[in-house]
């Protein structure tokens, strides 16, 4: 495959992913986590904000680890907020992922493992 065409299939292949996790688990087509403005912010609310700010930064290899360290696998909160960072990742150039040492690999890989930590083993996808 040539470059462009090898990354819109690996563009297309995120989206295809995030798309049949949130149906699958979530009964969405659509992922976009929002803040919840009541009184108190959640604590996926808090995580959503940190990770945000670890990816402006350029930190996204910490907001990752971060995100699993946090992730709680009986609140599927965590897997709509997953879902919605990987998405946002997506949506980054090129330059900047592999500028601050990430790759459209990875967030294969870190659907891949969401998945499994949510209990969907095998992807179709894989």
Do not use: C
Not at 6 to 26: N, S
Not at 93 to 121: P, T
């Amino acid at each position: 495959m040539s470059g462009m065409w090898e990354q819109d299939y690996i563009m297309r292949l995120i989206g295809d992913m995030i798309k049949f996790i949130a149906k699958v688990f979530l009964g969405k087509s659509q992922i976009s986590y929002k803040i919840s403005y009541e009184d108190e912010h959640s604590h996926t609310d808090l995580l959503h904000k940190q990770l945000l700010e670890l990816i402006e930064l350029g930190k996204i290899n910490e907001a990752e680890n971060l995100l699993f360290e946090e992730m709680d696998t009986n609140n599927m909160e965590y897997l709509e907020l997953a879902l919605d960072f990987y998405q946002r990742l997506s949506k980054l150039n090129d330059d900047f992922l592999e500028r601050n040492n990430f790759s459209r690999e990875e967030i294969i890989e870190g659907l891949k493992d969401l998945a499994k930590e949510f209990g969907l083993e095998k992807l179709p996808f894989s």
